[in-house]
Nanobody, 113 residues
Framework: QVQLVESGGGWVQPGGSLRLSCAASGILFSFSGMGWYRQCPGKQRELVATITMGGTTNYADSAKGRFTISRDNTKKTVYLQMNSLKPEDTAVYYC???????WGKGTLVTVSS
């Protein structure tokens, strides 16, 4: 059974940082491209960042320079380090195995003062 479990969300003030984690099970993690997406209030789900099995990363323009995606294959976990957070980053963040139907349930990030 495939499971993707996100954690690390919460409330943070503008300019703050959070690190999200997504623990995977039931997939060949080392051979899987992984991604972070988010759904802002009233908007559709959008790409934040992806990382290939080889470690190549890709970012949405909104994330470039502020967010960093990384992976630890030994822990079967993908991370999203988010710095310089803005109110518009408020969203539910989801983990995805690229190209699959497998999604986590999401973790809420709220950026406000």
């Amino acid at each position: 059974q495939v499971q993707l479990v996100e954690s690390g969300g919460g409330w943070v003030q503008p300019g703050g940082s959070l690190r999200l984690s997504c623990a995977a099970s039931g997939i060949l993690f080392s051979f899987s491209g992984m991604g972070w997406y988010r759904q802002c209030p009233g908007k559709q789900r959008e790409l934040v960042a992806t990382i290939t099995m080889g470690g190549t990363t890709n970012y949405a323009d909104s994330a470039k320079g502020r967010f960093t995606i990384s992976r630890d294959n030994t822990k079967k976990t993908v991370y999203l380090q988010m710095n310089s957070l803005k109110p518009e980053d408020t969203a539910v963040y989801y983990c995805n195995k690229i190209g699959s139907v497998y999604w986590g349930k999401g973790t809420l990030v709220t950026v406000s003062s």
